[in-house]
């Protein structure tokens, strides 16, 4: 038979036949998260040298001003079970004990807020959808959150230039929505859409599974408005594709993890939604044969190459046995997705068609579907994005995020398996191989010092070692602020310190995150 219609027949044949457990694998999910929340332990016990800044108390006199300055319901939070979620972050490491969460709606709010909080010297945590995964949205003590959830507006949409104004709190899932009405798609695309604001992508500097055609937010987004610690609102909205007048200081927000200011609104260029898309799924040998099939990618699918990620048989394991997704293809060593999206269905088709056929024929791949409808394909990239949700079931997720040589990629999974022999429950590596970035995670029952200590310093040693980067695209958040100097030079912290200063001299923005301590 043909390689490719063995392809699609063996999707026909296995891929939908499980999918029914899906709904169920949610729900107890649900209960799993609920159950772990109260058991999350306050980040100031399990980091007993950390020392809470020099910042001022909240009294009730404090919170009756800011419920003054934001009336209605639901926008000054103090009901400590209201606070829990805010207080706790999305991988159940990291837990505060703040005991206000603000909701401004407009950015003259944001900035009353932020004026108030200066004067008193009260430490603030910029919050969007606390997805993050460095432990940088939640309060490490008791400082105020300032959440954008109420920032949702959609300020304007460009369909012709393709930019799009909104504020900072709208969620990524939703602004790609609204945009594909107009034929246009989101630059940025992560497991996470369906929680996270276009706010938090910008202060996290955000990667996902499109960077790769559509580059990094530092080339998208061209115009931003924040609010510096001081209250003072800084208006760098532009909405030109070209505009050389003096510094770019957007750029210096984006991936500022709520250090420097709070992003308020973003101007961002949307790409043209592509009037075909298709995904394969592959299983391979070897991690030599995904880096080969990723160069011949590059050079036979050329423009039409919209993504390029991989997953281990340990990251494929752990969705099906966690979360009961069907794997559509027998077990391999690896798996590679690749995503194409262009203008003409037949002649992409035909393209990833005969390129897979080759790399059947000389072996590079041993077995593979490409999804039929979409269905299918949100399936498949279930399999890919939901292998962080998965982890969690089985416990404390240890989670590394680095960039490195193609050539090192892989061996530091090889390396941290013997490393940690069966203290851990698992170690798997999966992660965005087109853009150099692997992601490195070990599961224990619960946080397990022993595990802990085997991983860390190692690991950063073992990339700086390699001229890689602790973070490729978390950022560094409260978990990986000390480990800075493995991946930057003392001049450049010491650049970045006194820009902290000059931004906000107090130090109120996001303190214990980011930069080391002095
Ligand atoms: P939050 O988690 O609320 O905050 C993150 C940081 O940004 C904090 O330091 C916070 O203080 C700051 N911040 C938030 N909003 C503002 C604001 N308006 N102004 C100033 N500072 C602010 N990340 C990737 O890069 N690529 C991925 O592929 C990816 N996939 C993910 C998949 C899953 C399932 C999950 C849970 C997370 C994933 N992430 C990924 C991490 C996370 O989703 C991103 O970092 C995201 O950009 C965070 O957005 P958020 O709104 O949730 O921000
Ligand atoms: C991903 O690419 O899946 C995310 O960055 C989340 C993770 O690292 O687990
Ligand atoms: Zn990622």
Known sequence: ???????????????????????????????HITNTLRAVEL??????????????????????????????????????????????????????????????????????????????????????????????????????????????????LDALSGILTCQAGCILGNLNDHVSQHNLIMPLDLGAKGSCHIG?????NAGGIRLLRYGSLHGSVLGLEAVLANGEILDCMSTLRKDNTGYDLKQLFIGSEGALGIITKAAILCPQKSNTVNLAFLGLDSFNDVLDVFRDSKKHLSEILSAFEFLDSESLK????????????????????IETSGSNGTHDEEKLTQFLETLMTVG??????????????????????????????????????????????????????????????????????????????????????????LIE??????????????????????KKRHYIYHSKSRSAVAAMKAIKHLFDPNGILNPYKTLPDD
Not at 26 to 31: G, I, L, T, W
């Open 1 to 31: 038979m043909h390689s490719c219609q063995l392809i699609r027949s063996h999707i026909v044949r296995k891929l939908w036949r499980k999918l029914g457990l899906v709904s169920s694998a949610v729900s107890s999910r649900e209960a």
């Open 43 to 156: 980040t100031s016990v399990r980091y007993p040298y950390l020392k809470r800044g020099n910042y001022s108390k909240l009294t009730d006199q404090d919170v009756a001003q800011f419920e003054r300055l934001l009336p209605g319901e639901q926008r000054v939070l103090t009901d400590p079970s209201d606070l829990e979620g805010y207080n706790t972050d999305w991988l159940k490491i990291c837990r505060g004990i703040s005991q206000l969460v603000l909701k401004p709606k407009t950015t003259e709010e944001v900035s009353d807020i932020l004026k108030i909080c200066n004067e008193k010297k009260f430490a603030v945590n910029p919050q969007g959808g606390n997805t993050g995964l460095v432990g940088g949205s939640v309060p490490v003590f008791d400082e105020i959150i300032l959440s954008t959830s109420l920032m949702n507006n959609i300020i304007s």
């Open 200 to 204: 938090g992508n910008l202060a996290t």
């Open 318 to 337: 752990v969705c099906t046995s966690n979360l009961q997704l069907a794997s559509p293809i027998a077990q391999h060593p690896f798996y590679i997705l």
């Open 364 to 453: 590079k791949v041993k077995d593979g579907t490409v999804a039929v409808d979409d269905k299918q394909m949100q399936h498949i990239w279930g399999l890919r994005e939901r292998v962080a949700e998965a982890l969690l079931h089985d416990g404390y997720c240890y989670k590394y995020d680095v960039s490195l040589p193609l050539h090192d990629f892989y061996n530091l999974v090889l390396d941290m398996r013997s490393r940690v022999g069966h203290k851990a429950t698992r170690v798997v590596g999966y992660g965005h191989v087109g853009d150099g970035n692997l992601h490195l995670n070990i599961t224990s029952p619960s946080y397990d010092e022993e595990v802990a200590s």
């Open 457 to 478: 310093p190692f690991v950063y040693d073992w990339i700086a070692e390699r001229r890689g980067s602790i973070s490729a695209e978390h950022g560094l958040g409260f």
